[in-house]
């Protein structure tokens, strides 16, 4: 593997990214196995290694957008994510969220064989993992995204109230500072397929707190709570997103 095939690729992917996936890389690497929340002594956020080596380095957005040409087959030129969930939107999103997920993509605790052989350390460094973080972070995030039905927004909105705003905030705008994704302005069903993973135990990476939480949500629930989420307003302020 090396990282011209992977940019020709990306490049292919990324010209014809509304209609088509990231072309399939011939006998991709595999993607390597770390314990998660499925194992005994479990830690959500055991900042070490490259995860603590990304996070202390100083990102460059300029060459973050550079770096992240390898990433537009899939998630597009300005990250925007795709309504149908299989994407999510990542323009806005907190610099020490994106590091943290992709250290856990790169480590094999967020189960992701599409995208490792995308972002394994032979395609991304690890000053590249903060530089694109920053790139990302400060990219203006769109106003249109994926929306639930709207049929249960006041159980939704009880919901998020009770067991999700201690964390994420009264607006969704989660924090950097405690790995907190940002929600609004993230797509319906991309936010409803990782809320029944979390809860199923399907995401290995998943903070246990917010299994904890939702574990006794029925389907309804989630996805009351999820389209809730859906139509928060869009904070278009962006921080300087330094990791």
């Not at 095939?5 to 991709?28: F, H, K, R």
């Not at 903060?130 to 159980?155: F, K, M, N």
């Amino acid at each position: 593997m090396n990282r011209f095939m992977i940019l020709a690729l990306s490049l292919i992917g990324a010209s014809a990214w509304a209609d088509a996936p990231t072309p399939p890389i011939v006998d991709p690497p595999r993607q390597p196995y770390a314990p998660g929340i499925e194992s005994p002594g479990y830690i959500w956020n055991d900042l070490k290694g490259e995860e603590l080596l990304a996070l202390r380095a100083q990102g460059n957005a300029e060459h973050g957008e550079a770096a992240f040409i390898v990433c537009v087959g899939c998630h597009g030129s300005d990250a925007p994510g795709d309504e149908a969930g299989f994407y999510p939107r990542l323009a806005g999103q907190h610099a020490s969220v994106l590091i943290k997920q992709l250290a856990d993509v790169r480590e094999g605790r967020r189960d992701n064989p599409k995208m490792y052989p995308y972002a394994n350390e032979h395609v991304i460094s690890t000053q590249e993992m903060a530089d694109i973080a920053v790139y990302l972070h400060r990219l203006p995030v769109p106003e249109d995204h994926g929306q639930g039905t709207g049929e249960t927004l006041s159980v939704g909105a009880e919901l998020y109230r009770k067991d999700c705003k201690s964390c994420h905030g009264s607006s969704g705008e989660g924090s950097d500072q405690k790995f907190y994704p940002r929600l609004n302005g993230q797509h319906y069903k991309y936010l409803l397929r990782q809320a029944y993973d979390i809860r199923d135990g399907v995401r290995r990476n998943a903070n246990p707190e917010m299994v904890d939480a939702i574990k006794p949500y029925s389907d309804a629930e989630v996805d009351a709570v999820t389209d809730y989420i859906s139509r928060m307003a869009v904070k278009t302020e962006v921080s300087s997103g330094t990791p």
